[in-house]
């Protein structure tokens, strides 16, 4: 099994940055891809970015590319998601996912564990 707690969510204003952490425990061959997701209220959950844990190239969505970068720290079991430059279509509820290789590693795969999420709130 994995267990994913997120931190670091909270309300900020259009402009400012935020940085999210997500603890990482459990079956590391079961979280050889990780991945933030969101969903903000009245949408859909999306992809946000992953990455393999073993390194290489992070995937982003479209509308975060330049603005967000995810980060490994695989001596912490910790995934990060700096953001900056946050505008209100940023606010959402930000969950952190795991997978393993076997189950994809890309924005619109079917990941196995997620963590319960947190809160952004951007005010313009």
């Known amino acids: 099994q994995v267990q994913l707690v997120e931190s670091g969510g909270g309300s900020v204003q259009a402009g400012g940055s935020l940085r999210l952490s997500c603890a990482a425990s459990g079956d590391t061959a079961r979280r050889n891809c990780m991945g933030w997701f969101r969903q903000g209220p009245g949408k859909k959950r999306e992809g946000v970015a992953i990455m393999y844990t073993g390194g290489g190239m992070a995937v982003y969505a479209d509308s975060v590319k330049g603005r967000f970068t995810i980060s490994l720290d695989n001596a912490k079991n910790t995934v990060y998601l700096q953001m900056n430059s946050l505008s209100p279509e940023d606010t959402a509820m930000y969950y952190c996912?795991?997978?393993?290789?076997?189950?994809?590693?890309?924005?619109?795969?079917?990941?196995?564990?997620w963590g319960q999420g947190t809160q952004v709130t951007v005010s313009s």
């Open positions: 996912a795991a997978n393993p290789f076997w189950r994809g590693c890309s924005l619109g795969a079917d990941f196995g564990y």
